[in-house]
Each structure stands twice: as C-alpha cells, then as structure tokens.
C-alpha cells in the first residue's frame, strides 16, 4: 500500500508559478510511475502529466506542455509538479497518483493509488 499526500496550493494570479509536491510512503516509491490529474467543479478528473519510474520519462497534456515539469526524488519518496505561466483555467483541485505499470498513460483507472488532493486557484 501506498500512502500520497500533497501539498503546495494555493491562490496565484495568472501567469504565476506555483510548486506542488507529493510525499509518498509505505511500499518503494521508486518502482511506481507517478501521475498528476486534476479536476475542475463539474468536470471530469484530467490527465496532467506523468513520470515513469523506469527512466523517468515523461508525458504531458498538451494543456500544460512547455509550462509543467515533473519531476521525483526517489530519494525523498517525493513528486513535484512545478507550474509556470499558469492561466484561469488550471484551476482545478490536483491529485497525486501512483501506479505499477511502467506507462500507464492517462487513464485514471490504471493508476491504483490517490492522494485526497491540493487546491489550485488562479485568479485573473
């Protein structure tokens, strides 16, 4: 069992920056792709980005491309997301996940682990 717990919202104005980070316990860390989603009142919970546990590849959606980074410390048993120039419309709660498989890709159903989420609000 994996335990996630993230922290770094809060409230920034657009084009600001903010750094969140998930700090994960219980079993290895650095055997799990770590994924961030995020969900927005009345929408679905969304893709983000994620980074495998195998090379630390990457992905991304498109929505975020060339502003988020992800990034672990397998040492830290941490996962960061850095947002830069962020817009309105990344407002959303954010979730940390975890999975097993080394690309899980953007499914939420792949991802076994969750943790209860961080609030992200981007004022215009």
């Known amino acids: 069992q994996v335990q996630l717990v993230e922290s770094g919202g809060g409230l920034v104005q657009t084009g600001g920056s903010l750094r969140l980070s998930c700090a994960a316990s219980g079993r290895t860390f650095s055997r799990y792709t770590m994924g961030w989603f995020r969900q927005a009142p009345g929408k679905e919970r969304e893709f983000v980005t994620f980074?495998?546990?195998?090379?630390?590849?990457?992905e991304y959606a498109d929505s975020v491309k060339d502003r988020f980074i992800i990034s672990r410390d397998n040492a830290k048993s941490t996962v960061y997301l850095q947002m830069n120039s962020l817009k309105p419309e990344d407002t959303a709660v954010y979730y940390c996940?975890?999975?097993?498989?080394?690309?899980?890709?953007?499914?939420?159903?792949?991802?076994?682990?969750w943790g209860q989420g961080t609030q992200v609000t981007v004022s215009s």
């Open positions: 996940a975890a999975a097993m498989l080394i690309s899980p890709g953007r499914r939420w159903s792949q991802y076994e682990h």
């Open positions: 980074i495998r546990w195998s090379d630390s590849g990457t």
